[in-house]
């Protein structure tokens, strides 16, 4: 299957660590890229690959991965990080991408 | 400065087929796989489907029936032609930019919003 599984909806406390998971079999094939999508906003990248921070992302922001689950950890949680984030990676076929359905995130 | 321009209406018609291009500006073509990714309202992101500057194409296997992307190389233009709309394909829809070995799309466009009324 190509599916990525995200949990719809986590919270974390102001300044806490909260870890973002995404499931499926095509991750123990590629790597998983990260979005951050505030409302009204294109989504942003803030995880490439293997842990790779594009420029201008927070390095509270940290990404992992083992066999078919990849996550996306922040810590040290601010307001400003309260959106939707979502997973991809490539399709198992290798041709094409597929996404997973997001998780809401709320800074309490 | 590097950015894609999306254009197209956002009104059509049932049935009717939906298009919608994407302009390139500030940097190469070439190298890139070029998307279109869609959102309907309070829902997930959906990959499309996406084209090289060289026009080799992938498509999502759900709408690939009705779907065609092309390139127009000489303007750096990018183009989603889908048919027969209904108003599930009610959405915003986003065109990006992913490099030929990644996953990750690091260039978007301002996205734009279709509904399928009659």
């Known amino acids: 299957s190509s599916e990525l599984t995200q949990d719809p909806a986590v919270s974390v406390a102001l300044g806490q660590t909260v870890k973002i998971t995404c499931q499926g079999d095509s991750l123990r094939s590629y790597y998983a890229s990260w979005y951050q999508q505030k409302p009204g906003q294109a989504p942003v990248l803030v995880m490439a690959?293997?842990?790779i921070r594009p420029s201008g992302i927070p390095d509270r922001f940290s990404g992992s991965s083992s066999g078919s689950t990849a996550s996306l950890t922040i810590s040290g949680a601010q307001a400003e990080d309260e959106a939707d984030y979502y997973c991809?990676?490539?399709?198992?076929?290798?041709?094409?991408?597929?996404f997973g359905g997001g998780t809401k995130v709320t800074v309490l | 400065q590097m950015q894609l321009q999306q254009r197209g209406a956002g009104l059509w018609r049932p049935s009717e087929t939906l298009s919608l291009t994407c302009t390139v500006y500030?940097?190469?073509?070439?190298?890139?796989?070029w998307s279109w990714i869609r959102q309907p309202p309070g829902k997930g992101l959906e990959w499309i489907g996406e084209?090289?500057?060289?026009?080799?194409?992938n498509y999502n296997a759900s709408l690939k029936s009705r779907v065609n992307i092309s390139v127009e190389k000489s303007k750096s233009q990018f183009s989603l032609s889908l048919t027969s709309v209904t108003a599930a394909d009610s959405a915003v829809y986003y065109c990006a930019r992913r490099f030929y070995t990644s996953s990750s799309f690091d260039l978007w466009g301002q996205g734009t919003l279709v509904t399928v009324s009659s």
């Open positions: 690959g293997k842990n």
């Open positions: 500030g940097e190469a073509f070439s190298g890139y796989y």
């Open positions: 084209v090289t500057h060289t026009g080799n194409t």
């Open positions: 991809n990676c490539r399709h198992s076929s290798g041709d094409g991408v597929v």
